[in-house]
């Protein structure tokens, strides 16, 4: 099995106004996160994996995990390629 990760290190979170504002350390980008998508950052905690995850959001949305599946993919996809989190083989 393996989980999903935060990349420590590689990024800084604020909230403000029930957004959170993530600036990429190292390319400076910055990503706001609200919603569904600040729901799947905060599910993210280096324990579970991406089954867990949308799992874990179906049950908080009222949804099928296969109703969101797609969604929740496709999110942590743009993560991944913004290098704030990793996919890691559980130990």
Do not use: H, Q
């Amino acid at each position: 099995m393996t989980t999903i990760t935060k990349c420590e290190g590689s990024f800084v979170e604020t909230e403000v106004d029930g957004e959170l504002v993530l600036m990429n350390t190292a390319t400076g980008n910055f990503y706001s996160l609200e919603d569904s998508g600040l729901a799947i950052w905060r599910t993210i905690d280096g324990n579970r994996g991406r089954a867990d995850i949308v799992n874990t959001l179906a049950r908080e949305f009222d949804e099928t995990p296969e109703a969101i599946a797609a969604d929740v993919d496709a999110f942590l996809a743009s993560l991944a390629d913004a290098g704030l989190i990793e996919e890691k083989a559980a130990p």
